[in-house]
């Protein structure tokens, strides 16, 4: 009989800085659609203690974990700009190992994400970008409200020496409230 593993999420701080470096270690040459290089996050373990310490005293930015057992399975990283015009907008960023693709794993992070912004009082958009080719994310992102806003041609340079055009799509919190 095959064993169920508890899901649970947990918001980053410095603690987990070793996990997350594995994690991106790890991640980094799963699949294409990332823009990480081998070396993972390019971050050592103090530097990403700090930027996670100073990440989750931040009112406009979140980093969520998802585990799955003991397990890093997932990461959604909400970043935003200090500065008073943009700290309005938080830029995403997410990843799910690759073994774990297609379980709405990335839904429930997304929406998780999502529903912290709404209750942030700062954020009012969330930004991604993603490569055309993944079709099956920007399905995600659309499902879940994301517009497609504009096109960066060129947007990625692969190791196979291939441009790819990439998405950048946007998400309005709460209509025009200020």
Request: glycine residues 10%.
């Amino acid at each position: 009989m095959e064993q169920e593993l508890d899901l649970f999420l947990k918001e980053a701080d410095a603690s987990d800085a070793q996990a997350l470096l594995d994690f991106f270690q790890e991640v980094a040459g799963e699949s294409d659609f990332m823009t990480l290089g081998s070396e993972g996050l390019g971050m050592t373990r103090q530097e990403l203690e700090l930027f996670a310490e100073k990440q989750a005293q931040t009112a406009n930015q979140l980093c969520l974990l998802l585990y799955l057992g003991q397990d890093l399975v997932g990461v959604l990283n909400i970043a935003a700009e200090q500065n008073r015009a943009l700290q309005h907008i938080g830029d995403i960023f997410i990843v799910v190992r690759k073994k774990y693709w297609n379980k709405g794993l990335g839904r429930i992070l997304l929406e998780e994400g999502i529903a912290w912004a709404e209750s942030s009082g700062v954020i009012r958009k969330l930004d991604l970008s993603v490569q055309v080719r993944n079709e099956r994310a920007v399905h995600l992102y659309q499902s879940l409200g994301f517009e497609i806003e504009g096109l960066r041609k060129r947007g990625v340079y692969t190791k196979e020496g291939e441009f790819i055009d990439v998405y950048l799509m946007g998400k309005q919190i709460d209509g025009n409230k200020v």
